[in-house]
């Protein structure tokens, strides 16, 4: 019997670079706590991590001592880095070799740009893949006591962005007639600074004034604030408190249900705001 012969790697395949991959994690809402069982698999086995403004440090603390942390994050007017250019950079370390985990707030499909990255990476042939996470709005649900469905205050559910284009000052390119449809419930996400303009838009397209609206403030994290008032008085009491992101708009009658249902940490900031209401919600 002859011997075998044992196969040798080429130079040029002994020296190519180890494949990258990328992982496109949903960090939630901001309580660690909420963290879906993947997701916290995916940040205790970290290489390098691409986070944003909205992950929070709870959530960070999870992350391997010897991972990479680099600040990706996007606030109103103030970035980090363009869009553009966080996807350049995660593809340059996935090129390199490096597993990167692509760390964003809530889920990286809902209002995340994770879709334009999930792109970018099948374009360059870049493997990936998603884990999703419980999403703002569904958090501000549960930790506000608002249910965002129920059979007697809402049939459906929308879920929009309320970011102004740097183009289009004071227009959101919205489809207005659609969203003041009643019997629904509608979740604005980044919409504090137009406030004054969604709700004008929605009054004027055929909500009442005295619509409930809440503000989620923080939601699931230290220090939220839920303030309950109505289209006509949201943008006013929104102002009069100084609300600030990470901050969720909620419109629609299962806003009434909050007083009965928000957990007792709401409480305290629910009366403070209503102390400020022209017209209390009836429950």
């Not at 309580?31 to 929070?56: C, E, F, G, I, N």
């Not at 708009?249 to 009965?260: E, F, K, N, S, T």
Request: charged share 20%.
């Amino acid at each position: 019997m002859s011997p075998v012969t044992p196969v040798v790697p080429s130079l040029a395949a002994a020296q190519a670079p180890r494949a990258g991959s990328v992982v496109l994690v949903g960090a939630g809402p901001g309580d660690p706590d909420l963290l879906t069982v993947k997701a916290a698999r995916a940040l205790a086995s970290a290489d390098v991590v691409l986070y944003d403004h909205l992950v929070s440090d709870e959530v960070l603390a999870l992350l391997p001592p010897g991972a990479d942390r680099i600040y990706v994050g996007k606030q109103s007017a103030r970035h980090a880095l363009p869009q553009e250019e966080i996807i350049a950079s995660m593809l340059r370390l996935a090129r390199s070799g490096r597993r990167v985990l692509r760390l964003k707030g809530g889920d990286p499909y809902i209002f995340g740009r994770g879709g334009e990255e999930a792109e970018a990476l099948a374009q360059a042939g870049i493997a990936f893949e998603v884990i999703p996470g419980i999403s703002a709005a569904q958090g501000a649900a549960a930790s506000a006591g608002i249910p965002l469905t129920h059979r007697d205050h809402a049939a459906s559910l929308l879920w929009v962005t309320g970011h102004l284009r740097a183009e289009t000052p004071d227009q959101l390119g919205l489809d207005w007639p659609a969203l003041a449809r009643p019997n629904q419930t509608l979740v604005i996400y980044m919409g504090v600074a137009a406030l004054p303009v969604i709700s004008s838009e929605l009054i004027r397209h055929g909500l009442a004034p005295d619509t409930p609206a809440a503000i989620v403030e923080r939601a699931t994290l230290p220090g939220q604030r839920t303030l309950v008032g109505c289209l006509r008085t949201l943008p006013a009491l929104a102002r009069g408190l100084a609300v600030r992101t990470p901050a969720l708009i909620v419109v629609g009658d299962v806003v009434r249900l909050q007083a009965r249902l928000a957990p007792p940490a709401a409480a305290p900031e629910r009366r403070a705001a209503h102390d400020r209401l022209d017209t209390p919600l009836a429950a």
